[in-house]
């Protein structure tokens, strides 16, 4: 079983819309979740990350954690053109030394 | 605003070749790692380093592989003799003093094409 799955997509939006993201994993002993984004043909950058379950807010986004059900999300309010990219989400392993991502999502935010 | 830098930003090389990669990671960060990531999948842990020495490597990084951090400032990864299947991007990345694994500054990478 795959550790963290995600959809591929791509997810096509208009701006101003809220995004919803979501990831699945499968170890219930992973506790810190990060959400990134990648531009094409850039590094991923970190924008969130949540620790356990619980939801963390840093201002248009929002990531939240589910570990009843195993579930990752990141929701964006007031899509913009800017915010058009792939979304990683990613778990740090039970050891706390690496992080395993999922295959992202592509985003497009249309004006 | 402090980045990782990396260096070449594509290679394009023979199968069999040796090819090094070359990173500076932020100046006060003490924890650096390589990731890679191949054409349409995930990106993946290799290495992590520390202190002057490998802390973690995954099954990728066989013995084809190998790190160093021959001073204050370059991290590289080495690959002796290359394959088809190494043409990826490679993602350097460092963590800095305070924060946990998952708070990764990811440089821009370098892109390897393997002929």
């Known amino acids: 079983q795959k550790e963290v799955e995600q959809d591929p997509g791509p997810l096509s939006v208009p701006e101003g819309a809220i995004v919803s993201l979501n990831c699945t994993y499968s170890n219930s002993a992973f506790q810190y979740f990060m959400w990134y984004r990648q531009y094409s043909r850039k590094g991923p950058e970190l924008l969130m990350y949540t620790y356990s379950s619980g939801n963390k807010e840093d201002g248009r986004f929002t990531a939240q954690v589910d570990k009843s059900s195993k579930y990752i999300s990141l929701f964006i309010r007031d899509s913009q053109p800017s915010d058009s990219a792939t979304y990683l989400c990613a778990a740090l392993n039970q050891a706390g030394t690496a992080l395993i991502f999922g295959k992202g999502t592509t985003l497009s935010v249309s004006s | ?115």
């Open chain 2, 1 to 115: 605003e402090p980045e990782v830098t990396q260096t070449p930003s594509h290679q394009v090389t023979q199968m069999g070749q040796e090819v090094i990669l070359r990173c500076v990671p932020i100046s006060n960060h003490l924890y650096f790692y390589w990731y890679r990531q191949i054409l349409g999948q995930k990106v993946e842990f290799l290495v992590s380093f520390y202190n002057n020495e490998i802390s973690e490597k995954s099954e990728i990084f066989d013995d084809q592989f190998s790190v160093e951090r021959p001073d204050g400032s370059n991290f590289t990864l080495k690959i002796r003799s290359t394959k088809l299947e190494d043409s990826a991007m490679y993602f350097c990345a460092s963590v800095g003093p305070g924060s946990n694994t998952g708070e990764l500054f990811f440089g821009e990478g370098s892109r390897l094409t393997v002929l």
